[in-house]
C-alpha cells in the first residue's frame, strides 16, 4: 500500500511521458514503480491453485512471454468453463493522474477501444490540478437473496409474513449456516424483510396459464448478508437454497426462486468532483463557454433516452474495463447499473414494495456549477468563484477476494498496481473512472469533438486491420493521420507500399 501514497506531484512527475514510451519500457517502469507486485514472474500473493491445471497438454502463456501480464492460460481455461476451444487476448494500459480521497493510485483498464484511457487520463489530469476525486461507499459490503414463495392465499398472506417476521432470529441463525466461512470473517446474515409484490394480470389471452396465477401476490424474502471483501454472489445464492425449505414450511408456501438479487441499493458508490471553471478553457473556449456546453450535454441526456444510453455506455467504458481487469463479474455491474438509470427502481424493503414512480432511463452522473463561499469570502469577482462540479452514483458490487481472482494472475497483478485494494476501494476507484469517462467524453463532444483524437488513436487498429506488419503500425498509422484519411483502403495502400519498400531493401 505504501507504494501508493506518495505525494501527488511526485507521484504524477514519475508517470510522465508513459505513454511516449514503448511498450517494453512500460513494462520496465511498471517493474520499477511496484517492486513488490512484479518481485519475480510471480505476484507476490499468488496461489493459483493447481486443482485449475491440466498438466502437459501445452507450453502456458507464461513459458512464451516474460512479462507476468499476458493473459490467461489455456489450461486453467480448460477447467473454467465448458466445451473451451482456447483464450482471447485484451489489451491492459493504465489509467494514470489520479487522485481518490486525496491519494494517487493508478488504476488498470482492459478495453479494446482506443481513447478511453487517454481520455479518463486526460479528465484525471485536470480533476487532480486542483483537489482530485473524492469517493464514498458503504463500509459494509451487502449482499441481497430472494427466495420466492408461491402458493399462499390472500387469507394466509398475513399470517404467513407474521410467522416469518416473528422467526427471525431462527431463520438468521439456520441462513448462517449455509455461510460460515462469512461468518468465521466477521460477516454471515444480518437481516430478514419480506416483500408482497402484485403478480401482473396476465393479459395475453394466446397463452395458457399453467402456473398458480390465481394467487394474487409474490410472497418474496429479501436475506441480507455482510460478504465481507467477496462479491458475494455465489454466497447469497447459497444462503437462499438453503434456507428456502425452513421458509416454506413456516409460510406454508411452495418454494420458486432462490438467487442472488443484482440490484443492490445497499452499495452504493458515489464519486464527485469540483473545478474552478477557468480549468475548462478549452482553445479560444473559456472555461464558462466549456461549462455552459458539458451542462446542456447532461440536460439533454435528462430527457432523452436515446442520448442517456451512450451517455452511460460511455460511463461503462471506463467501469467496465476495470471491472475486466480485476476479474470482476463486469455482467452484475452493467446490470444493476442500468436497473439504476431507470429512475424510480427504489426497492422499498420496509414497506413491502417495489415503488416504481417512473421508469425513465436518465443519466448516471449529474453536473452542475456552483459558488464557492470561501473564495466569495475573499473578495474575488463572482466569475472566479465559479466552480464546475461533476458527481456519479451508481451500485456496483465487486469483490476482492473469492470468485475468480485465483484464476488468473493478470487480476493479482491488476489489484497489486492498485494497492491490493478491498472491496469498497475498488468500487469507489471504479466509480471515479465512470465519472472520470463521462467528463472526458462530454468535454471532448462539446467542444471539438471526439473523431479526430478518436481517429487518430483509432489508425492503428485501421493499420493493424489492413495486415500491416507491427513493426511498421505506428508509421503506418503516422502517414495516414498526416494525410487525414484514416480509412481501410488508405491503410491498404499504405501497407503495400511499405511491403514493397522492404522487398527492394532486401533484394538491393
Ligand atoms: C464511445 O465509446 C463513448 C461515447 O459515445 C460516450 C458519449 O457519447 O458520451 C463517446
Known sequence: MSELIAKPEVHQAKWSGFYKKTLHERQTQLKLVFPRVFTSSEPSSSVVSSVYVTPNTSPSNNDKKSFPINGLDENIADNMIENCVGTIGLPVGLALN??????????????????????????????????????????????????????????????AIDKISRSKSEIIKRANNYCDNMVKRGGGVLDINVRRIPRKANRNRKHFTLSSANFREWLVVHI???????????????????????????????????????????RMSKASFRIPLPMLAYKSLSGKEVAARIIEAYEWAEVDPYRATTHNKGIMNGIDAVAIATGQDWRAIEAAVHAWACDGVRIDLDNSHNSRSDNSYRPLTTYWIEKDEQLAATGKSDDECLMFCGELELPIMVGTVGGVLKTNKVYEYNLGIMGNPNS??????????????????LRALATEGIQRGHMSLHAKNVAIAAG?????????????IEKGKITLSSANDLVEAHMSEQVQCVYM
Do not use: W
Open 98 to 159: 489520479f487522485i481518490i480521497n486525496g491519494k494517487p493510485i493508478i488504476i488498470p483498464m482492459a478495453i479494446e477501444e482506443p481513447s478511453v484511457i487517454a481520455g479518463v487520463s486526460g479528465a484525471a489530469k485536470t480533476v487532480s490540478a486542483y483537489n482530485g476525486f473524492k469517493a464514498t461507499a458503504p463500509v459494509t459490503n451487502i449482499i441481497v437473496a430472494q427466495v420466492c414463495l408461491l402458493d399462499i392465499s390472500q387469507e394466509n398472506m398475513n399470517s
Open 224 to 266: 441480507t448478508i455482510d460478504v465481507c471483501n467477496a462479491m458475494g454472489a455465489n454466497c447469497a445464492s447459497t444462503v437462499a437454497e438453503g434456507v428456502a425449505p425452513f421458509l416454506a414450511e413456516l409460510s406454508g408456501g411452495r418454494i420458486g426462486l432462490r438467487i442472488v438479487s443484482n440490484l443492490n441499493v445497499e
Open 424 to 441: 469498497r476501494d475498488l468500487a469507489m476507484s471504479m466509480a471515479c473512472i465512470g465519472l472520470a469517462q463521462n467528463f472526458a467524453a
Open 468 to 480: 500491416c506488419p507491427p513493426h511498421a503500425v505506428t508509421s503506418v498509422a503516422q502517414r495516414m
